[in-house]
T-cell receptor, first 115, second 114 residues
Framework: GPKVLQIPSHQIIDMGQMVTLNCDPVSNHLYFYWYKQILGQQMEFLVNFYNGKVMEKSKLFKDQFSVERPDGSYFTLKIQPTALEDSAVYFC?????????????FGSGTRLTVL | GEQVEQRPPHLSVREGDSAFITCTYTDPNSYYFFWYKQEPGASLQLLMKVFSSTEINEGQGFTVLLNKKDKRLSLNLTAAHPGDSAAYFCAVSALSGSFNKLTFGAGTRLAVCP
């Protein structure tokens, strides 16, 4: 089936540094998402992105977060500066359409550890 | 906003037994329901997508039940085998709303012992 690739699978950085998480979505998909999962808790919606713009974001999407997909390349989540509470697994997803019926295809996640 | 509670968080069954996982949700406007399976180190794989009009949904080796009155979504793995060992997540989406935003349960870690 369709694959979403996330690079890297693990990232360890010092608090205050910048980190960029990369996602290669399904090739013909138009809508892109980031979800955050703290260990042992549920995945929570961060942001969705379409046509070069953030369409909706949650309270978890702090000012230090930004997303972009320059020239149809990777869909990225940048955190600058990082904080200890940003340690989590970040899942990227993509979908063809935007309705509630659309299936989201997920990557395997990037485990971010902020020291 | 929508809240989804998933039970149990951990489940261990013997090979050949059934495994039953339940999610309850709060938003009566919820209309689309999803079950995902995640094996260790892998991405979430869609098991089944259910629309609110269908109460019983049969898959390969499992059944998904939807009870809209009780706002409950269930996954029943019949005759589980070791390959079913994984984390299972339910997710809920509303019919209306500007953009697709899934609300997930916290997951159930299923272990199927030979």
């Amino acid at each position: 089936g369709p694959k979403v690739l996330q690079i890297p699978s693990h990232q360890i950085i010092d608090m205050g540094q910048m980190v960029t998480l990369n996602c290669d979505p399904v090739s013909n998909h138009l809508y892109f998402y980031w979800y955050k999962q703290i260990l042992g808790q549920q995945m929570e919606f961060l942001v969705n992105f379409y046509n070069g713009k953030v369409m909706e974001k949650s309270k978890l999407f702090k000012d230090q977060f930004s997303v972009e997909r320059p020239d149809g390349s990777y869909f990225t989540l940048k955190i600058q500066p990082t904080a200890l509470e940003d340690s989590a697994v970040y899942f990227c997803a993509s979908s063809l359409g935007q309705s509630g019926a659309e299936t989201l295809y997920f990557g395997s996640g990037t485990r971010l550890t902020v020291l | 906003g929508e809240q989804v509670e998933q039970r149990p968080p951990h489940l261990s069954v013997r090979e050949g037994d059934s495994a039953f996982i339940t999610c309850t949700y709060t938003d009566p406007n919820s209309y689309y329901f999803f079950w995902y399976k995640q094996e260790p180190g892998a991405s979430l794989q869609l098991l089944m997508k259910v629309f609110s009009s269908t109460e019983i949904n049969e898959g390969q080796g499992f059944t998904v039940l939807l009870n809209k009155k009780d706002k409950r979504l269930s996954l029943n793995l019949t005759a589980a085998h070791p390959g079913d060992s994984a984390a299972y997540f339910c997710a809920v989406s509303a019919l209306s709303g500007s953009f697709n935003k899934l609300t997930f349960g916290a997951g159930t870690r299923l272990a199927v012992c030979p």
